[in-house]
Antibody, heavy 121, light 107 residues
Framework: EVQLLESGGDLVQPGGSLRLSCAASGFTFSSYAMSWVRQAPGKGLEWVSVFSVSGGTTHYADSVKGRFTISRDISKKTIYLQMNSLSAEDTAVYYC??????????????WGQGTLVTVSS | DIQMTQSPSSVSASVGDRVTISCRASQGITNWLAWYQQKPGKAPKLLIYAASTLQSGVPSRFSGSASGTDFTLTISSLQPEDFATYYCQQANSFPLTFGQGTKLEIK
């Protein structure tokens, strides 16, 4: 059974930094793309970033480019999201999500329970 | 960026009804589209990908179709557990984008 467990969400001041983690189990971690998707309170879903399988390529939403960095530790089966220069607009529940196989990597078939990031003074 | 526009934003229906939710892409995405269901306080669930492929374990009352840049999610006979918010998502190009959501409520 696929399991994704996020951690690291917290209350942080504007301009601050935070690192989220997502520990994976139940599948061959190195063979699947992994994404972060966020949802602001009462709002819709927003894709944030992906760590692709092919060559470890990464992509970001324009809203986080240059501030967030996605990374992966295969030995720990964990994906990370380093978030810098946080603002109130980054307040959201952050989900990690596993992609489907191969060319369908950017459809998300398994999700974690989410971790809440609140940016406020 | 590709904009995904869903309609309606909300819909009221009764158990047993047939419901359709639409999603329009701002440019061609071939069939690179998924549908998700989200219930309050829960993570989204993948229903359909590649516009019309039913994800494993999803009931057959859910179906998807495509015509150009217009995509449709159909629930053939609503069940009580189907009342939720539905999102479309394009996987054609980065940045990946979601529609704004359609809330399906009980009439």
């Amino acid at each position: 059974e696929v399991q994704l467990l996020e951690s690291g969400g917290d209350l942080v001041q504007p301009g601050g930094s935070l690192r989220l983690s997502c520990a994976a189990s139940g599948f061959t971690f190195s063979s699947y793309a992994m994404s972060w998707v966020r949802q602001a309170p009462g709002k819709g879903l927003e894709w944030v970033s992906v760590f692709s399988v092919s060559g470890g390529t990464t992509h970001y939403a324009d809203s986080v480019k240059g501030r967030f960095t996605i990374s992966r530790d295969i030995s720990k089966k964990t994906i990370y999201l380093q978030m810098n220069s946080l603002s109130a607009e980054d307040t959201a529940v952050y989900y990690c999500a596993k992609g489907l196989w191969g060319s369908s990597s950017y459809y998300f078939d398994s999700w974690g329970q989410g971790t809440l990031v609140t940016v406020s003074s | 960026d590709i904009q995904m526009t869903q309609s309606p934003s909300s819909v009221s229906a009764s158990v047993g009804d047939r419901v359709t939710i639409s999603c329009r892409a701002s440019q061609g995405i071939t069939n690179w589209l998924a549908w998700y269901q989200q219930k309050p306080g829960k993570a989204p669930k993948l229903l359909i990908y590649a516009a019309s492929t039913l994800q494993s374990g999803v009931p057959s009352r859910f179906s998807g179709s495509a015509s150009g840049t217009d995509f449709t999610l159909t629930i053939s006979s609503l069940q009580p557990e189907d009342f939720a918010t539905y999102y479309c998502q394009q996987a054609n190009s980065f940045p990946l984008t979601f529609g704004q959501g359609t809330k399906l409520e009980i009439k």
